[in-house]
């Protein structure tokens, strides 16, 4: 990945990216929310049902891409008002997802944070189009995408001028069917010894059903994740897109009690481990304080 | 999956094998050792190693299933006396594979638990060689195997009778070259609510890369993993099988430090929030909590 | 596949697209040239070489998707401006790829068949453009993407408008290493099954491998496809772009010859058991003949 | 694929392999009949039926690895029995599994070509065991494995003195659902140019699917497949195993008719191209006859 000349890690600092106060890269970050603007009403009851139980930012989206022309392709614009009332009622920064480059010039004045969907990865005018902002973006893994493509998508970003980009990984495809995709959690440490930029995950759209979310949102953690992506809905029966996946505020309060005190735990410990900080418990405490060219004598 | 008549969880309690005092699917057990059994010194150097640094088994191949008929295939007999040997001086357990149902017989009077590949996870005949025996079986998931159809392998061996499989997830063959294989992690939780047999987890062939085996240790406590199985050699260059994935037994005596704490926190969470015990913390407690069909009332 | 009202076949007659005169969906296709168009001199030659070997149509990017923002990513505008000289130079219409909606506006008075690549198959804003105006349009499928998937794709563009779709089959990405995709010859029957669109056949990057083309375009042809489009340079170790996949002209030449022949054969056994040319040779006289249903009686 | 010290071409002849008097490797062979032997009244109805219908050989399977324990798993000798009966009533070899290592002294007895089905492809003992023999062995490729991994382990094989070995291509697993295995065609001409073994399609096990195993017939042989094995029944209704991709002798015999006029097309025109037969017109004359190395000058 000689290529990399703007994403690479190369022993710089990790980068911090700074959303209406919320430091993603920095603590952990709760992402959540409906996968689609629904309507005023829901929207706005599952924003301040979500802030109450731990949420950091609030997702939506205006803009669907669906399988079926004929599917629901969300509200537009009128999704975009909508966010923007919550974010005033919470006070929480939005990130939605833009899946047209003519749309980034006005979707700029509605979101905190750009959403670069999977399918689009590797749109490049898109990604050249959210590069000209200094809007943050979240760069989501296509689902056939290899890490390495993956890293190239966000150097299009950074190389036209935009040093904001988050990563998250949300499952690739594979042949397993009782999971909607393979969460591929090897990413994480994977990109963090590849690149500066924070990196999430987003357990929803990777296995599809809430009962396995919560250990994923842990395991997350323990990864090394910066932070998560949840789709959650006052209301999941009624969620116009994938309602199966969607967790109750309730369940979401859960997961993030169990997942900040996870991630303190961690915390302590790499603090514990290393008083300077300079490195990360979960990784360079573990595997890269060996030299692991000279690994050391044994009995023989 | 109608059709796991022993295998399903239903309701039941989560089995416990026990294999010499080491009791898993209770508590977190840590199986250690090279990928090959090479020669009685190395041998026996890493297995007083990896004792000391924290293990409770040893692994270690004396038949191995090598790509190409002219790399090196183990040392057979001559290597089940050498674990046995290891066995003598530490005290511990050890864990081989067997892949020829011929083989099995013998085997038995070697290994206290039986390894059954990834490539052999369907070899039928094994399984009900297996199955006939009351030896702990570890059973991996092949490679481009669906859940589905590993836990009907387990079902392959417990209708012969043998009520003690443990399974292990190890990666599963995707189109990312980046890592060896793609740990597949949500698998952990997936058998969990399928089935009421133990489930471990093997970063080193999962991943292939030290740097990233141990944020996949940390994550694999997290989602809920009963243990680990790891490669590690006392001198790794001088591996003669997968010796750019094993761990010093330094390397492994700092993740285990790690992984157990972690697991101890785990444990306290789960206690604390069910004194009962009867759920587990990263899963139940989190979503299972909830009543999935009447998820709560909101604003509309 | 309920929703795809345009798209599927149900009964109706296969769609033939007129090109300029080509009638793709009728007889056979031959779509020729460089993966790119890297400048007039070379592509002017290609082109005439290529005509004058076989092609029907030419193919050349102007616009090229490449995973690294500092890869050559296209002449542009004077790539189309050399395509357009190459069109009256040699009487062949034109295929190139657009890859932003706000290009498919201009680059419609340039393009005969505007391509929307691999990984674009799911940009449906794109689609949605292309949709809008007449000019038909090639639609590879993505690499991840199941046949279903691409046939929506199609039904986006056709929900526009537009009727004109060729659908391309250019390899899907697989645990294969020996070639770049894995061509997927079975989606040709099974899109036939499915609409009456024409398909196509991109061997050139489903393999990436010479040696492999000219197998795989006789298979196609016995596949039932509708043509083949193939990367072609007049001297390939100059081609900035796949061009360890290029063939020569002469090349060219040979695999033109030989697969017409075998479309001809194919074409008269067609004809001879199906006088009414109602059906396929090579699929509904092999098994469609036959009742599924009742598959008739044998000796017990 | 250095390793491969028997298997690989390296410009020698292409091994023939005489089976009862049919040549494979010669000519184009027929392997055909159900995926088991049901009862010995339906396996000699079909039997004589697919001879009729034009087979060179008869399949069918006393041992079937089923996914569950539960499921039918062939009749075992009494099916080898029926095997024997079948072949002395049409004068026709037989093909069947072999699953076990300890099955192979006496199967051998009953069979005329061993199968090692995919899920046993890297059955190493039970490769071993069969290259002990001097019987011809069909090895069917691994649902998940690499070309090269296929050729060791032909190699396997074929290192313990065992010469006959036929390659089958018989689909992977991708993400594909519409089929139930994708069939890798560029495969045939891979394997052709890496080894001199003959290798066949088995295009009902690939695709799962009857509307699609005509077309995909047509097009192995364009490929330069050396043969098909099809699952024929003559009541498919009845078959206990894998029924809905069954053809029936009727559509067998259309495909015969079709595939064997379309295989002496291609020699006709291989022998017009290359009176010397000493290349294969749908691989060496199309891209092999030229130079890749110095691929010619053209205009510029």
Redesign the interface.
Known sequence: MK?L?LAALNGQKRTVIDVGGVRIGEGFTMIVGPCSVDDE??F???A??VKEAGADMLRGGAFK??????AFQGLGLAGMKILAKARNLTGLPVVTEV????DVRWVVDYADVLQIGA??M????LLREVGRTRRPVLLKR???A????WL?CA??IL?EGNPNVILCERG????????RN?????????VR?LTHLPVITDPSH??GR???????????????SDGLILEVH????KARCDKDQA?????FA??DR?VR??HH??ED?QDAQDPSGSAQ???H??????D?QS??????
Chains 1, 2, 3, 4 share one sequence.
């Open positions: 290529g000349k009403e829901t706005l009851a599952t301040v049902a891409p669906r399988t079926s022309p004929y899946v047209d480059p003519r399918r689009n590797q749109n490049f005018s296509g689902m056939n290899t890490i390495e493509e190239y150097e299009y190389s690739i495809r594979t042949h397993e069917t009782y999971t393979t969460l591929d959690l090897s990413a994480i440490p994977a010894e990777a296995t809430p009962s396995l979310i919560g250990p994923m949102c842990n395991a997350s953690v323990a990864a090394g006052c209301d999941p029966n967790l109750t505020p309730e369940q859960a997961i169990n005190k996870l735990f961690m410990e418990w979960n990784m405490d573990i595997c890269g304080g060996y692991l690994p050391g004598a044994c009995g023989n």
